[in-house]
């Protein structure tokens, strides 16, 4: 039976051993390869021929520094080196492989001041690798070691990312070379090509997943296929795209993507309705190492790579991942007043030194944060892995424990607070964040800014994190819509019901107040430092139709859809009322409580009044004065009480964010009308004063002065300074010692400024005695060469 002769294009790339011919039949290749050598081979045997092919420890390996990344697998050649990255022959190679297609480099134009990087909107970013952006097109070089011939050869990139990539789960792509690219699909297709290099550009789909992807490139012809080598320096970073049309997370105004995207530097608020402070935040999402902390933090969480494409569940992972609970989080909070373990929340100007430690100590919980810290830190996040996000905070914000979409206060016999009892709170201010995408698992109109809290205060599918919830059904009330809507409509719209004992021991309503909860909801303005007030988008207009059906809509689905009842009758109003930006740190506290009797009768009132010490959370520290008066209101008349908190009695007493609660309570003796508010402030802390001296210039040193004066009647103890800039140094903290009282201070340091451009220096104070006490200025930074030409 004569033996079928085999050309060289017939041979696959099946197995990994050489095709044996025994001699029968002519191999011209094989038998004219070995010309010119000392042996005559002509004189040798097909079996010796293969012995010598087969084994080649006999024999000189070839030696060749010009391919490096290449594994060459399937190939009809005996010759090859297995344990080698795919060398080049030596001189008197066979003509297998000089056919074999080869890639001897890869050039994926990364540079920051590349084409790729300024379209894809990521030249911002402190990293050498690829960063480009899902649904949008990338170009890259590839260097082979022969021209590519389209009739013969094959071509194709591989991408894989996670632990397991897997084609179906889109975690593993192949990209074929087509000649004409479609939007909306992986393909690459050759723009340019000269000799041996060709450019290729890249379409990567608006779905695709985001994350880290390892990139090699998989060729073959007929004589068999390679593969090269991976190397981490050409890992691509993929991230979500809201300048794609496509991208379930596209934001159509430029102004709003160089906000909720490009900015790294923002605006915090806190403190009360009535007192709004700001403070400025680093977020520094390009910074050094941010990237590849956010991509740790997604590995950490145990999320499998295939729902990374979905912003919904990606900002429910960061959720969970900023705080520690659960899943050794990012950060620890801690609201107890005490911080010796770790760094106070209030010390913290920003999120990268945080990032940057949890990374560094591969995931150990940084010491600590609070509401604010956690929702910087999620800011930060999302914008860095492409989700427009921005930082809102809630004044006068419920905590509802109990699922009642109410806030719940209760009173023993003698309308004294029973604290046990009294699990819901209201907090002076809550801060979490708002991301923006579609929501197509939700009924239309669902999409758009969506309520994301990382700070762990209830569970949700049995771990701490909170949202996405869509804004529109909070808005709505819409409560049965996931996720979270019930906890983040209580914390802007619920009602504060009050309840007394009975004898029996059961508990009757006896008042509700209805306007109490979700004021002056705020964010930084777009392109600019101003507050914007967005309370609009998360309630109708308070004691509107609209809100009261929101508010009745909601409740039916809560645990207490009873406590609605008619409204009864009143002709006594009760007010709490602050002058100006409200009481200082280190003076007496002064408020009016102003009565109103609204009928033409006389009213008596028996007035109850309670001071208590407060974490800005609404939880009950300490209790530190109490009153009870009888108040006679003439008809129709207006009486203004005069109420003081004098220094001596809170200084020993205050925490943190030095926040206090009025509870006021009464009766009026003739119609038995129950009377009941309750009214947060804070002692305003001073500002620190943060002056550059002289012309900032990159490189070169720079002088800082902090300005401080002791607004209390005590001593400081062992107060630290914190001090950072995007650009002009990385977080540092100053041990600075005790400051006297009432003493003024200036502290000078000094910075060597890397970035230029407009910048913002940060500064805080921290020590026992006074807490939330920081200061910011505007840097500008000249480049060097400009610096000098001037």
């Not at 970013?125 to 590839?142: C, P, T, V």
Request: with cysteine; proline share 5%.
């Amino acid at each position: 039976m004569p033996v079928e002769r085999r050309s060289i294009r017939d041979r696959s790339a099946l197995g990994r051993f050489p095709t044996v011919t025994l001699g029968f039949g002519e191999d011209s290749v094989e038998e004219n390869e070995e010309e010119g050598k000392e042996n005559d081979v002509k004189e040798e045997n097909g079996c010796r021929r293969w012995l010598r092919k087969a084994c080649p420890c006999c024999f000189t390996p070839p030696n060749d520094d010009d391919i490096t990344d290449t594994v060459v697998t399937g190939v009809d050649d005996p010759d090859k080196d297995d344990g080698t990255e795919g060398e080049k022959p030596a001189t008197g190679e066979s003509e297998l492989d000089a056919l074999l297609l080869k890639v001897k480099s890869i050039d994926l134009m990364k540079s920051k001041s590349g084409v790729n990087r300024r379209e894809h909107h990521t030249d911002l970013y402190q990293s050498d690798s690829l960063i480009i952006r899902r649904g949008q097109n990338f170009q890259m070089w590839i260097t082979l070691s022969r021209p590519l011939d389209p009739s013969t050869d094959e071509l194709h990139l591989d991408l894989k990312t996670g632990l397991l990539p897997a084609v179906s789960k889109g975690t593993h792509v192949i990209i074929p070379l087509v000649e004409n690219l479609e939007d909306g699909r992986w393909e690459a297709a050759v723009t340019e090509q000269d000799g041996k290099r060709m450019k290729l550009s890249v379409n990567s789909p608006p779905t695709a997943v985001i994350g880290r992807y390892q990139l090699t490139v998989e060729t073959s012809c007929a004589n068999g296929q390679a593969i090269s080598t991976h190397d981490p320096n050409n890992d691509i970073y993929m991230l979500f795209n809201p300048w794609c049309e496509d991208d379930s997370v596209f934001l159509d105004s430029e102004d709003e993507r160089r906000e909720y995207i490009l900015n790294d530097v923002g605006r915090i608020y806190y403190g009360t309705e009535h007192q709004i402070g700001v403070r400025t935040w680093n977020y520094g999402q390009f910074d050094k190492d941010i990237l590849a902390a956010c991509i740790f933090i997604l590995q950490k969480s145990g999320t499998p790579n295939s729902g990374l494409g979905d912003p919904v569940n990606l900002v429910r992972i960061i959720s969970a991942m900023i705080n520690s609970p659960d899943d050794l989080g990012v950060l620890e909070g801690n609201w107890s007043g005490n911080y010796s373990l770790g760094t106070s929340p209030t010390v913290w100007s920003g999120s990268v030194e945080i990032l940057q430690e949890y990374y560094k100590k591969n995931g150990t919980p940084v010491k600590y944060g609070q509401c604010w810290v956690f929702a910087g830190v999620v800011t930060t996040v999302l914008r860095c892995l492409g989700i427009p996000t921005r930082t809102v905070t809630n004044f006068s914000s419920a905590h509802d424990t109990d699922i009642s979409l109410t806030t719940d206060v209760y009173f023993d016999e003698n309308l004294e607070p029973i604290e046990y009892l009294n699990a819901d709170s209201i907090w002076n201010f809550h801060v979490w964040n708002d991301s923006w995408m579609a929501r197509p698992d939700l009924p239309p109109g669902n999409g758009g800014w969506q309520a994301v809290d990382a700070t762990p205060q209830e569970t949700s599918q049995g771990t701490y994190r909170c949202g996405p919830a869509p804004v529109s059904a909070v808005r709505n009330g819409q409560v049965y819509l996931k996720y979270d809507c019930p906890f983040v409509f209580a914390e802007v719209n619920s009602d504060k019901i009050y309840w007394q004992k009975k004898v029996d021991g059961t508990f009757s309503q006896i008042y509700s107040e209805k306007k109490i909860v979700g004021h002056s909801i705020s964010t930084k303005a777009v392109g600019s430092e101003e507050r914007s007030d967005i309370t609009h988008l998360y309630k109708h207009p308070e004691g509107s139709e609209q809100e009261r059906i929101a508010v009745e809509t909601a409740c039916s689905y809560g645990s207490k859809a009873e406590a609605y009842s008619s409204p009864t009758a009143e002709d006594v109003s009760m007010e709490v009322i602050m002058d100006g930006e409200g009481p200082k740190m280190g003076r007496d506290a002064e408020l009016t409580i102003k009565l109103k009797n609204g009928s033409n009768k006389q009213r008596n009132v028996s007035l109850h009044s309670q001071l208590a010490v407060m974490y800005y959370t609404g939880v009950h520290k300490a209790t530190v004065k109490k009153d009870e008066t009888d108040v006679e209101i003439l008809p129709n008349e207006e009486r203004l009480l005069e109420w003081t908190l004098e220094y001596n009695v809170y200084k020993s007493q205050l925490i943190d964010q030095a926040a206090l609660m009025l509870t006021l309570s009464g009766r009026v003796k003739e119609t038995q009308q129950v009377l009941a508010t309750q009214f947060s402030f804070r002692l305003r802390t001073p500002d620190l004063i943060v002056k550059p001296i002289g012309k900032a210039t990159v490189g070169e040193r720079t002088e800082v002065q902090i300005s401080f004066t002791n607004p209390l009647p005590q001593v400081l103890k062992a107060v630290i300074f914190h001090l950072e800039g995007l650009g002009l140094l990385p977080a540092r903290k100053i041990d600075y010692g005790d400051i006297g009282s009432h003493a003024s201070v200036t502290l000078k340091e000094y910075f060597v400024p890397t970035l230029a451009g407009q910048r913002k220096l940060l500064a805080s104070l921290d020590c026992k005695q006074l807490t939330q006490v920081h200061g910011v200025s505007s840097v500008t930074v000249e480049d060097k060469d400009s610096s000098a030409s001037s």
